[in-house]
């Protein structure tokens, strides 16, 4: 029996299968001595094959071939990385400039994970209701900045329901994850376009501006009640990205206008940090390429330097 994986409580998983129906799995005793090495072997919108057995549950026994995924390094450090979500059209990631703030770092780090896997993203900036006219035009810059790299950007407020119709519409057809840091809105954000859902929403810490964990596990959901033409996938919120599996040499290519200003480099190993010719430097220099974005590429390549990348196997 084939099925697709719509839930993952860290324990059990919840399977769709092919004829329509829901079976609460577990994996196959032997299933974590296949060569998979992160801290969850199945994820949310893996296709299986399950097992029926007469407890009225089942176990996951195979998995087919992903078609990409969103994958992060793990903070359990033995472990090595943690998949958020399988076979996605799309990625929907919830920032916000205030209440709590997203760090540039941390949206270029998913961004760069997500063009590894070919995962286009949209950014949602969130809470804009909340924004003083300073924060305002922050979140315009930043807009102006992310759009001229090339992705789609939208402003949203989830409480007053501004942008939700729009962004209602870019979800439609498609299987989307929807990440971000804790406390940005995301299940008011989900419920609001998935009024069906009622999904348990919680405030943000006043003490230090961060956000609380209120998703504690991964679900696919459908875009509309009964139409699994399009889903949702709700994951936790996460505190930090950590990118897994990338060489120093790789990580230019996921930064697009690094990528593209690159190719005048000088020298066709060029890292972009010191060596004369580099044209990578120059547009930084000259504006062309955003500092932050020029400062978060740096902070990827320490990683390396600092040991915090694995190999995956």
Known sequence: MKGLVIKNTGYWYTVLTDEG???????????????IRSTNPVAVGDRVTIQPNAEGTAFITDIEDRRNYIIRKSQNLSKQSHIIASNVDQAALVVTINYPETSTTFIDRF????????VPVILIFNKTDLLSADELRIQDMMVTMYETIGYTCLAVSATEHTGIDELT????????LFSGNSGVGKSTLLNAILPHANLRTSEISDAHNTGMHTTTFSEMLPLHAGDTTAWVIDTPGIKGFGTFDMEPEEICSYFKEIFHFS?????????????????VVKAVEDHYIALSRYNSYLSMLNDKDEGKYRAPY
């Open 169 to 176: 519409k870019a979800l439609e057809g498609k299987v989307t």
């Open 21 to 35: 129906g829901t079976v609460d799995c577990k994996i196959k005793g032997n299933f974590r001595l296949k060569g």
């Open 263 to 279: 190719k005048d480099c000088r020298f066709n190993n060029c890292t972009h940090t010191h060596e004369p010719g580099c044209a």
């Open 111 to 118: 961004l760069a994970s997500a063009e590894a896997y070919s």
